[in-house]
Nanobody, 127 residues
Framework: VHLVESGGGLVQAGVSLRLSCAAS????????MGWFRQAPGKERDFVAA????????YYAHSVKGRFTISRDNTKNTVYLQMSNLKPEDTAVYYC?????????????????????WGQGTQVTVSS
């Protein structure tokens, strides 16, 4: 499975940005897609996740109400719509794929549970 993120950039606080993650290869082997982010000097943290077939969605507390994850099965693409961006959202955003159908945080929220990763896209929010 190959994942390619796009849509990052430098924006001002308060605006919106949409990230895309295009999946190719044996995508049928994956059940849950996730977004993680990593700020300089920090751990890679969970942001949001979605299941391909049932469209269950999960969010980190810090982004709930501002970010929306969605998927287009026909395009094998997952999106992360980010609204009201804050400087603390600045990070490299990674898309990841998990073979499991995740129903608990221990599955969708843990980066070690994901088998495939994209190269990341930088999001910088200025104040």
């Amino acid at each position: 499975v190959h994942l390619v993120e796009s849509g990052g950039g430098l924006v001002q606080a308060g605006v919106s940005l949409r990230l895309s993650c295009a999946a190719s290869g044996r995508t049928s082997s994956t059940s849950t897609m996730g977004w993680f982010r990593q700020a300089p000097g920090k751990e890679r943290d969970f942001v949001a996740a979605i299941t391909w077939m049932t469209s269950n969605t999960y969010y980190a507390h810090s982004v709930k109400g501002r970010f929306t994850i969605s998927r287009d099965n026909t395009k094998n693409t997952v999106y992360l719509q980010m609204s009201n961006l804050k400087p603390e959202d600045t990070a490299v955003y990674y898309c990841a794929a998990n073979r499991q159908l995740c129903l608990t945080y221990r599955c969708y929220g843990m980066k070690d549970e994901y088998e495939y990763w994209g190269q990341g896209t930088q999001v910088t929010v200025s104040s």
